[in-house]
Every structure is written in C-alpha cells, then in structure tokens.
C-alpha cells in the first residue's frame, strides 16, 4: 500500500512564499514521475507542475512559470513546491501525485497512480 502526504499549505499574503512537500510511504517499486496538482473550489483538478525521475527535467504550468519551483528527492522518496510571489488566484488544495510508468502526458490527472490528500494553500489580497 503507497500513501502520500502533503504539508506546508497555510494562509499566507499575496507576494509571499510557502514551500510545500510530499512524502511518499510504502511498497514503491518504481517512479517515473511526480506532480503538483491544485483545485479550487467549484472548479477542476488542474495541473501545476511535474518533474520526471530520471532527467530531472520539469514542466510547469504557463499560471506559475517563473514562480514555483518543483523538485524531489528520489532517495527519500520526497517532492517539494517552492512557491514565491503567491496570487490570490493561487488559493486552492495542491495534491501530489506520483506516476509509476511512463505517460505520455504528465498534465492529466488520470495519468498518475498514487495520490495525497491535499492541503489547503490560502492567498490573500
């Protein structure tokens, strides 16, 4: 059984910062790669940002490019968001996600096998 849980959401500023992390628990075998997803109320699970195991190489979202930073630490097992400059259109649950093979695309949420239960991030003006 594979969990993952997020911390590091709270209420926080515009223009402020918060680094959010994931750790992950139990039998996992392989990883291709990790993801931040965010939704807000009445709206859809939406894509933030991934990194790819191997590479290391990223993607993010054109909302957050130059703001948030994902990064991971294979050997714990980790994933971090370092989130800076935050909007008040930033305010949503943000969900890990680990995805155990390759998907051809790492922005759709069907794609990922394992996932965390959220944590609220709060923006405010």
């Known amino acids: 059984q594979v969990q993952l849980v997020e911390s590091g959401g709270g209420l926080v500023q515009a223009g402020g910062s918060l680094t959010l992390s994931c750790v992950a628990s139990?039998?996992?075998?392989?990883?291709?790669?990790m993801g931040w997803f965010r939704q807000a109320p009445g709206r859809e699970r939406e894509f933030v940002a991934a990194?790819?195991?191997?590479?290391?190489?990223?993607v993010y979202a054109d909302s957050v490019k130059g703001r948030f930073t994902i990064s991971s630490d294979n050997a714990k097992n980790t994933l971090t968001l370092q989130m800076n400059n935050l909007r008040p259109e930033d305010t949503a649950v943000y969900y890990c996600?680990?995805?155990?093979?390759?998907?051809?695309?790492?922005?759709?949420?069907?794609?990922?096998?394992?996932w965390g239960q959220g944590t609220q991030v709060t923006v405010s003006s």
């Open positions: 996600a680990f995805d155990r093979s390759y998907s051809a695309s790492l922005l759709i949420p069907r794609n990922y096998d394992y």
């Open positions: 139990g039998r996992i075998l392989s990883t291709y790669a």
């Open positions: 990194i790819r195991r191997t590479a290391g190489s990223t």
